[in-house]
């Protein structure tokens, strides 16, 4: 197995995850399987001279990789050209599928934008409904392309659940002046904010709404704000306080691995142990491409054949660490769905901030540990 992991770079953080997941995965697989990772560099050119290498100087029979709006679009587009399968999670399904051109070779697994704008509502309407809409705070980047896509984005999905979304237009990261957006929010009147901002542009914004005198019930954010503090603001300030977000791996997800019988528990806690960090939610699905891909090669008729390989990926069907995963009945090709829940960072317990699941509606078995708080509780 291949794996593209960024170890330097502006995504070098989220790369932890999945070089965990790797070292845990070859120990659970005993020598059967030999993996190899190359460094992603947190850019498209490093990732394609990554897969480049796995190819071809190490052969690898199918390449894994997670997240980055840049960088896994690219391993798979460079899977495409070796005629080698890739499997990848934590990019939207339609960004993926959508975004680029027709793919043969690549499989991946992950929510999509509908699934982000079905949980956000469940979270708006916990907090007593939006009878005053929702500001949108959203790039002019592919996150808030996508948003704003009339078919396959968040908005006609927020939209059939009733809800009356005011975009004031995408602004450029890093984002340097909100008050545009913060003034247009006051003037509609809207009292919640849904965003797919950084932490750090969030933080800019939260400041700029509080210096306006923008109050606000609740705030939900997708991306960076689904991971800790310490992966999005290691400066120190805490955008995430208070703030909502989707929910896709936690310790309490009633999984456990088909590799090894690992749970989400043991995974987290093997994790924290061992890096000294908080664990973050690709943890999970980092874990789940091991064991989708093991099991693809244990059950391709000729694992060194690509094509039966891809075969085997497009027929599984299989339980694990991050949930039950089946390519035989997805939203579109080689697509497979991960569930969402709803979450919020509040204070914790064994580290400052925590995501606390708060709703739990569209996963079952899945505990809630606590209840959704008003924006400006004490954090």
Not at 89 to 106: E, I, K, M
């Amino acid at each position: 197995m291949g794996v593209v992991i960024a170890r330097t770079g502006r995504l070098a953080r989220l790369g932890d995850p999945l070089a965990y997941a790797m070292d845990r995965a070859a120990a659970a697989l005993g020598g059967r399987l030999r993996l190899v990772g190359r460094d992603s560099r947190s850019d498209a050119a490093g990732a394609r001279r990554a897969v480049r290498e796995l190819v071809e100087v190490e052969r690898a029979r199918i390449v894994l990789t997670l997240a980055g709006t840049r960088v896994l679009p690219a391993v798979a587009d460079a899977c495409e050209e070796a005629g080698v399968p890739c499997l990848s999670s934590t990019f939207p399904w339609q960004v993926y599928h959508h975004g680029g051109g027709p793919r043969r070779w690549a499989y991946h697994f992950c929510w999509g934008l509908d699934d982000i704008a079905e949980t956000f509502a469940d979270l708006w309407e916990a907090a007593g409904g939006t009878g005053r809409g929702v500001g949108c705070l959203w790039n002019d980047g592919p996150q808030g392309t996508w948003s704003r896509h009339p078919v396959h984005g968040f908005l006609p999905a927020a939209r059939a659940r009733g809800h009356r979304l005011v975009d004031p237009g995408g602004y450029r990261e890093p984002a340097t002046a909100p008050a545009g957006h913060v003034a247009a929010f006051r003037e509609a009147g809207v009292d919640v904010v849904t965003s797919a901002a950084t932490g750090a542009d969030l933080g800019l914004f939260r400041r700029e709404a509080a210096r306006q005198g923008l109050r606000l019930r609740l705030l939900t954010c997708s991306r960076w704000l689904a991971y800790p503090p310490a992966t999005t603001a290691p400066g120190g300030e805490v955008p995430q306080a208070n703030v909502a977000t989707l929910v896709y791996w936690t310790p309490s997800h009633p999984y456990r691995s088909s590799l090894d019988g690992t749970t989400a528990a043991e995974l987290a806690e093997g994790y924290e142990r061992v890096t000294g960090n908080q664990w973050l939610q690709p943890l999970g699905l980092a874990y789940a491409l091991f064991e989708v891909a093991a099991h693809a090669l244990a059950t391709a008729g000729d694992p060194a054949a690509p094509a039966s390989v891809a075969a085997a990926l497009g027929a599984t069907r299989l339980d694990t660490v991050a949930g039950p995963l089946d390519w035989t009945s997805g939203p579109a090709p080689r697509i497979a769905t991960v569930r969402l829940s709803g979450g919020q960072w509040q204070r914790g317990r064994r580290h400052p901030h925590e995501l606390v699941v708060v709703d739990n509606r569209r996963v079952e078995g899945l505990p809630v540990g606590g209840e959704l708080l008003p924006l400006d509780a004490v954090p």
